[in-house]
């Protein structure tokens, strides 16, 4: 919960602390699965979904529904499914055939904490859930359907699954700021972008605010994995819940090696300052959203 101090200075504190608890409770619910399911695997995908991560991306979808007058309730499985997708993807990327991590959000990584095998299948496991819960939980169903399709394919080969592929190709290999662009706005990118989108379509938004909507989810999308380069060389490493330094030490393309940090940070807040823009030009001056985008810049963790 939120100190008074802290929603004083962040007008956005109040607004994600409803959210997140509003979200881990539904997590919570869709993962009271069912006895088919194995015990340890069920509770290896509670361990990766409902660690305390930032939960950036539901409460994307929550505040895009509610910027165009709709409903947070209606908009929970979408929010809660777009959670599932990302602790999948968590999960997998700390496993020692991807980044070989052992600190994720302040805790021992999934395949440490159970085991490699249980990891990959925990992350199947949530990875399936989100279209379940996606399908029989979003009304009405011509909207679910629609849901399940942008959501794969911001998830699959051509959207994340596709920028993880490439970045993974091209760690040791010299690229360009084009390359690494149109890696992140799959990689990260396209999920932040999905977020909004359905938040916006679950809500009924017109072709007007889902174009705005859809300009600030790319913008803020690859401000966040500017940022991420960013505190990955400078970030600490009790606040990120991760080890921190390891882009560099890899001889990983990124953002600060390719641009430095000042131009990194100029860049960031360009992205910024035009989803802000986007949104309050199609008269979508959500101040929620707009606090979201500037905690983009500014997050330390
Ligand atoms: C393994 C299919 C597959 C995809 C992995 C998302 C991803 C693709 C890898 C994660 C590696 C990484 C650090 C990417 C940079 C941006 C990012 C997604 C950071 C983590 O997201 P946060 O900061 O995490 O929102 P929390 O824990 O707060 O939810």
Excluded: W
Aim: hydrophobic letters at 45%; proline letters at 4%; one cysteine or more.
């Amino acid at each position: 919960m939120a100190s008074m101090t802290e929603i004083e200075l962040n007008p956005l504190a109040e607004p994600l602390g409803r959210i997140r608890t509003f979200v881990d409770e539904q997590l919570d619910r869709y993962t009271q699965l069912p006895s088919d399911c194995p015990a340890r695997l069920a509770e290896a995908m509670r361990y990766g979904l409902l660690a305390p991560g930032k939960r950036l991306r539901p409460s994307l979808v929550i505040l895009a529904a509610e910027a165009v007058g709709g409903a947070a309730q209606a908009a929970l499985p979408a929010a809660c499914a777009v959670e599932m997708i990302h602790a999948y993807s968590l999960i997998h990327d700390d496993l020692p055939a991807m980044d070989d991590d052992d600190l994720r959000r302040g805790r021992p990584t999934c395949h440490k904490a159970f085991d490699e095998a249980t990891a990959i299948l925990a992350g199947d496991g949530l990875l399936t859930l989100a279209f379940d819960v996606l399908a029989r939980e979003v009304q009405p169903a011509a909207v679910a359907a629609q849901c399940c399709a942008e959501l794969a394919a911001a998830a699959g080969a051509c959207g994340m699954v596709g920028g993880q592929g490439d970045d993974l190709d091209c760690q040791f290999t010299a690229g360009t700021v084009e390359t690494l662009e149109h890696i992140h706005r799959r990689k990260t990118g396209a999920m932040i972008r999905v977020s909004v989108r359905l938040g916006a379509l679950v809500a009924g938004a017109t072709d007007q605010q889902m174009a705005a909507l859809e300009t600030y989810g790319a913008s803020i999308g690859l401000a966040f994995q500017i940022i991420d380069d960013l505190l990955d060389e400078a970030g600490d490493e009790q606040a990120m819940g991760k080890r921190v330094g390891k882009d560099r030490g890899r001889g990983k393309l990124t953002f600060p090696s390719l641009l430095g940090a000042e131009e990194s940070s100029r860049r960031a807040t360009a992205l910024v300052a035009a989803a802000c823009d986007a949104i309050a030009a199609a008269d979508l001056a959500d101040e929620h959203l707009a606090a979201l985008a500037r905690y983009v810049l500014e997050r330390n963790h």
